[in-house]
């Protein structure tokens, strides 16, 4: 970008340009950040890497363009020779500048030799949604009559760090007996389920896995429980639950089983208040609870203690279970009404 705007030699002296280039690289850098955090794709490695490198090469094909509407003897070129070492001829404030040019670039160095040393292990959690026939949180089935299929979209999103292994099991009222699934190609054809549990192998870090799934439910009956259940051997201890309500709505549950203490998370997405409360249950009985209320628009965090051990959380939401944690997965819920 500073090639960019100052592509005659004479616009700016060598320390002013590598001293602007730095400072522009920080603000160009957060604010292509800032951009990206409120597009579809948000702020995440390659969304950023991606946008950074296609800034570049646009800022040099326009560097490169006003460069040639000068001769080559006024257009800015970079040598390389010792001459920028000498101190003869420069002032007082240059010889500053430059010592603080050259320790800036110094640490810079070393900070990134130390972060590509030392890499950070980001936040792991793992994505898990249902969302309705038209792809959004909206639209859910409930009412059905018997041998009436209906179907909803099935996601999980890998945010682990690692590559994992998922199994998702499809139960109604506790049971595999009460009900029978499909998934569904872009063809529309459908394909049997076998003991309605999907094995979901191999998926990389930051791969989505989203499937239609098909259902009919097997009997009559009104408030009948559809659970949709996520294993894996990876997500116990500390870890995240985090999930789309059926309202739409947001929650995030950190979880820290050997320190026995977490936090939660909702983000109310919508304009009406909802009531939530979570549960804490370990062998059988009820460790915590904690009812927290949540206006319209509104995003609250809250701190959370329970035994340290392995222990089942279910957040109910305006009195009706919305999500669960059974031990060794993730939980989510439709109630179906099946005359």
Known sequence: MVAALFPRKG???????????????????ALIGFILNYTAWGVRLYPTLISLTVFILAMSGVAWRRRKRFVEEDRFQVSFNARFLLWKGQGGIERVLSIILMLAVVGAIGALAYVIATPRIGERFSEFYILGPQGEAVGYPGNLGLGEKEEIVLGIVNR?????DYQVKVLIDGGVEGVRTWTKDESGELTPIAGNTIDVEGLAYEEKWERRLVFEPLQRGGGQKMEFLLFSPKLRGGHHIRSQLGSGNFVDIEIDETGGKGKITLDNKSSVPYGYKLEVWREGTIQQELSLSVSGDEKLEEGISFPVGKSIFQLYENDRLALKDSGAGLSLHL?????
């Open 160 to 164: 682990e760090q690692e590559e994992m």
């Open 11 to 29: 616009d700016l002296g060598g320390v002013e340009r590598i001293a602007l280039s730095f400072g522009l690289s920080i603000v160009i850098a």
């Open 335 to 339: 109630w179906l009404d099946v005359s």
